[in-house]
């Protein structure tokens, strides 16, 4: 299926009291763009989000954004590290032992010590397991939405094309109208301009003026590379740079048959046919 480089994606893991919140966004890049925003706790990460990333997608400008937010409704519990603790009363009584005169500690004091009260906090090593599960959802949510995105881009792709056909039918029978009509309208100045009616200069003439007029090859190639977008949409995959290359080669056709028109709606069906290869372009750059 088509997928558009345009997508969102948020996932979180619940951890005590934080909550680990993985958010991805993309949107259209000629390549693929990766920007991380990691909370410092989380960095080590990096690597592993990177290459799940690369692994998955092929072009787009993601951010990542990953930190751990804490919740309102927890509260803090206060625990002691028992096992300083216990250090600390040995060390004191060895110091009292050589010093007994020496003041003994203040609850206030043990309390103060560095890493008395224990860190109720979580470290990297309980959040790597989560990492690997919470990313796979995040992408997985990310490429359903880059592809909910790219079928509404297909299915107006297509609407396009029905209307290009369109137009490209009303051109095919107009051309033997015209030479038909300057036939006539060349065949009546020289009447009026001669007694005498030259027919091979006016055989000679119609047929330089079909040559300008011609544009068989033009409406064929148009039909051609129709063909060819629908194909890679139905395909699907990675299509957008080759989507974008036949958008250029339908335009250059679109030209070619602007410049060879030779009345007024022949002129307003090349304008409308480059218009609407030009709203198709426009949804190009958005596919990956």
Request: glycine share 6%; net charge negative.
């Amino acid at each position: 299926m088509i997928h558009s480089m345009t997508g969102y994606a948020v996932q979180t893991r619940e951890l005590g009291r934080v909550a680990l919140h993985l958010e991805l966004r993309s949107v259209n890049s000629r390549f693929l763009d990766l920007a991380f925003r990691i909370a410092d706790e989380l960095r080590q990460s990096e690597p592993q989000l990177r290459e799940a990333l690369t692994g998955r997608l092929s072009r787009g400008k993601v951010e990542c954004r990953f930190h751990l937010q804490g919740k309102e409704s927890a509260t803090a519990e206060l625990v002691l590290n028992g096992g300083l603790l216990g250090q600390l009363k040995a060390v004191e009584a060895a110091v009292r032992a050589e010093l007994p005169a020496a003041a003994p500690l203040s609850v206030g004091e043990i309390l103060r010590w560095p890493g008395m009260l224990g860190d109720d906090g979580v470290g990297f090593e309980q959040i790597q397991p989560q990492i690997a599960p919470l990313l796979a959802a995040a992408l997985e949510d990310l490429v359903a939405s880059r592809r909910r995105e790219g079928e509404k881009l297909a299915d107006m792709i297509r609407g396009r094309i029905a209307h290009m056909r369109d137009l490209v039918a009303r051109v095919q029978p107009r051309v033997p109208a015209l030479v038909a009509e300057y036939q006539e309208k060349l065949a009546q100045r020289l009447r009026d301009a001669s007694a005498t009616l030259d027919d091979d200069r006016i055989r000679l003439e119609v047929g330089l003026f079909a040559q300008r007029v011609d544009v068989a090859e033009e409406l064929s190639r148009l039909s051609t590379h129709l063909d060819e977008v629908e194909r890679i949409l139905k395909s699907g995959g990675t299509a957008g740079k080759r989507l974008d290359f036949l958008m250029q080669e339908l335009n250059r056709e679109a030209n070619t048959l602007g410049s060879k028109a030779m009345a007024a709606d022949m002129t307003a069906i090349a304008v409308e046919l480059k218009l609407a290869i030009e709203q198709m372009r426009e949804q190009v750059q958005n596919i990956e």
